[in-house]
């Protein structure tokens, strides 16, 4: 089945780090990424949606400067968060989708800032 | 009010018993309807589509009422492993087809 490997799964890190995290679709192309959020015991909120060589486009209240979004390839997707706060540590999810096909999560990396 | 809604449980189930909970939606033009299972610090997979007329795999019914508009899911029989939180989630009617997730619902299946 396809398969979105995501990667770091842990970060851990001080506060005012930029972390980097990478989303691939590893036997598909990938034409549209999503990005969600989820903190404990709530529902996973989407960040934002990018297609394949263009730009991101952010949800209300999601701050594109703070989220840098690139999706640069069909296989590939990266969500950097600059100068991380302890207020932005979150499980943060990828999914990818060839078309209008079924989206396909990564396993989620869990940042924590200290 | 939120997209999508479910009561964040737990329902404690003992081993073997028959569980069934409900989600309900806003967006009366939703649809696709999935049940998506959760267990604790990993990412959502796919249980399975809500079909109109209802739909079954295995031990799983979910079941779709438009008019009232909500999703239900039954599990029968139990397992220990069905322990997790299940989320619903509508496909948005927006031109990226957003996933809307309800907040899950915490089934604990317990011996």
Known sequence: GAVVSQHPSWVICKSGTSVKIECRSLDFQATTMFWYRQFPKQSLMLMATSNEGSKATYEQGVEKDKFLINHASLTLSTLTVTSAHPEDSSFYICSARMGDGPQHFGDGTRLSIL | ?111
């Open chain 2, 1 to 111: 009010r939120k997209e999508v809604e479910q009561d964040p449980g737990p329902f404690n189930v003992p081993e073997g018993a028959t569980v069934a909970f409900n989600c309900t939606y806003s967006n009366s033009a939703s649809q696709s309807f999935f049940w998506y299972r959760q267990d604790c610090r990993k990412e959502p997979k796919l249980l399975m589509s809500v079909y109109s007329s209802g739909n079954e795999d295995g031990r799983f019914t979910a079941q779709l009422n438009r008019a009232s508009q909500y999703i239900s899911l039954l599990i029968r029989d139990s397992k220990l492993s069905d322990s997790a939180t299940y989320l619903c989630v509508v496909k948005g009617t927006d031109s990226w087809g957003k996933l809307q997730f309800g907040a899950g619902t915490q089934v604990v299946v317990t011996p």
